[in-house]
Every structure is written in C-alpha cells, then in structure tokens.
C-alpha cells in the first residue's frame, strides 16, 4: 500500500509518501508544496492543486491520509488553511484517491502512544520506524510523513472494528470517491 500523508497549509503543504506491507514501512518520498506570499490565494490553491495533481500522478497514492483542521488563535490564517485543505481534498477526490482523517492527537497517539506527544517525540519516533539516520526536514514533510505512518499503523486494525467506518467514531473519517 502507497499513502500519501499530507499536511495541509496554504503557505507550506507538507507531504509524505510512505510504502507499507507486511507490518513494515519506509519512505518513498517527501518535501513541500510551498506557494509565494505575494501571490493572490487563488493563484496559491490553483499551484497546490497542480502540484497535488502531480504527486497523484507520480506515486499512485492507494489512500491520501491529511490532518484535520485544528487552529486556536489565528482565524485569518486558519480560514486560509480551511481553503487549501478544501483543495486538497477535491484533488484526491479527482483523482480516485480515498481520504483518510486523523486529528493531531490521533497522530500523536498512533506514533508515540501518548496523544499529547511533543514534536520531538513524534520526530524521534517517525526516525525510529523509518530506521532513518536524520530527522526529516522541513518540519512540515516531517509532520506529512507522521500522519501516514499514523495512517499504516492503524489501517488494519480499524478493518475490524465494527464502527470503523461510522463517520464520527472519532478515530478516523473516510471518503471513497465515487460512492
């Protein structure tokens, strides 16, 4: 299984293409989609949707595994987020690509067992699994490489859980294309 584990931004959309079978995991691919400040949004999200149509072409992404939404402070700069992340759904629903929702403190708690994890647990940890030498870089890449990890440790133990595919259970929401 091919997961493309993104982490939403306007400014910066990390990304993280993580192969996984058998239990095992490694690390196909990973970096930024990073849009120029002086640009108009618009012209931001049409760049982050090419460059995601992209990353769609390149990898063949069996799932695309993305933050949810979480800010507290900076609405303005969290709306903006909201439109991106609008866009980055809409592109792996274009490409047949199902999506997969995970909040931080699920991240947190599939990489370390500790929902409220520092990021530098989660950083030690996604080097740890990936059997790395480095930690991954930019801080971003290294968030989207956590989410799919996050998105691998948990898939088939959610295949059995009789609400797995409840929208709302609150580990994970879904969507398939087409259905």
């Known amino acids: 299984m091919v997961i493309l584990g993104i982490d939403p931004g306007f400014a910066i959309v990390g990304f993280g293409v993580v192969g996984s079978e058998g239990g095992r995991q490694r690390l196909m691919s990973c970096g930024a989609i990073t849009t120029p400040s002086n640009e108009p949004l618009p012209a931001r999200l049409l760049q982050i949707e090419n460059d995601m149509s992209q990353l769609f072409e390149a990898f ?6 993305i933050e949810e939404l979480f800010f507290t402070n900076n609405i303005t700069t969290g ?5 991106a992340r609008g866009v980055l759904l809409a592109a792996a629903e274009r490409a047949g690509v199902p999506i997969y929702e995970y909040s931080p403190s699920a991240v947190k708690m599939a990489m370390t067992g500790y929902g409220k994890a520092t990021k530098k647990q989660i950083m030690d940890m996604t080097k740890r699994l990936l059997g790395l030498n480095k930690e991954i870089k930019p801080d971003d890449a290294a968030d989207a490489v956590a989410i799919a990890l996050c998105h691998a440790r948990s898939f088939a133990s959610r295949l059995q859980a009789p609400d797995a595919a409840k929208p709302g259970s609150g580990r994970y929401a879904v969507r398939h294309p087409g259905k």
């Open 79 to 83: 709306i903006g987020v909201a439109q």
């Open 60 to 65: 063949h992404p069996d799932a695309m595994a």
